[in-house]
């Protein structure tokens, strides 16, 4: 059972470049999560979604989109990189009551210079 | 507005030894979870209290969730170099799950 995938695991971007990080849970989830976690920090949540086709800001949306087309799949958009985006991002999701715990990936490592 | 406020930020502390990490809110929360990451890797959900003044055990790990369901807290007897990582605490706010700023533990042997 492979639970949360995420990819890449690195990758380095120049300023003002766009890319997707891709998340796809095999858990039958109906909440999944967008996280961005800083060295040493707790962890900001950027979207989330409690089922296909809806999404909701977090604490930290400002530069990042995300669709929910299909239950499985939660990706993140970068558009024009910041070096403020840099950061390690983990992806999550949880079963269909609020409450239940969340199985995270295993994040993705991004540089923005 | 921090939600949960974790302390301490950073704790550095011989095998064997006794430590607590606090979580702090100054709403009352439901239920509250705790996590531990290892470096590298994701959170994993150690445990989630629910009921005010709620004590859980596991193995020599001690939570306890306050009585007014405010506060919480991780207690570790006898700590191993294996209890390394970040502890996290977390809690629901609008269907969301919010996390506190984490506690950095190293235990050295």
């Known amino acids: 059972n492979a639970g949360v995938t995420q990819t890449p695991k690195f990758r380095i971007l120049k300023i003002g470049q766009s890319m997707t990080l891709q998340c796809t849970q095999d858990?039958?989830?109906?909440?999944m999560y967008w996280y961005r976690q800083d060295p040493g920090m707790g962890l900001k949540l950027i979207y989330y979604?409690?089922?296909?086709?809806?999404?909701d800001k977090g604490e930290v949306p400002n530069g990042y989109n995300v669709s929910r087309s299909t239950t499985e799949d939660f990706p993140l958009r970068l558009e024009l990189a910041a070096p403020s985006q840099t950061s390690v991002y983990f992806c999550a999701s949880s079963s269909l009551r609020a409450g239940e715990k969340l199985f995270f990936g295993s994040g993705t490592q991004l540089s923005v210079l | 507005t921090q939600l949960l406020e974790q302390s301490p930020q950073f704790l550095s502390i011989q095998e064997g030894e006794n430590l607590t990490v606090y979580c702090n809110s100054s709403s009352v929360f439901s239920s509250l979870q705790w996590y531990r990451q290892e470096p590298g890797e994701g959170p994993v959900l150690l445990v989630t209290?629910?009921?005010?003044?709620e004590v859980k055990k596991l193995k020599r790990l001690t939570f306890q969730f306050g009585d007014a369901r405010k506060d919480s807290s991780l207690h570790i007897t006898a700590a191993q170099p294996g209890d390394t990582g970040l502890y996290l605490c977390?809690?629901?706010?609008?269907?969301?799950?919010?996390f506190g700023q984490g506690t950095t533990l190293q235990v050295k042997p």
């Open positions: 209290v629910v009921t005010g003044g």
């Open positions: 977390a809690r629901y706010n609008t269907g969301k799950l919010i």
């Open positions: 858990m039958n989830h109906n909440y």
């Open positions: 979604s409690v089922g296909a086709g809806i999404t």
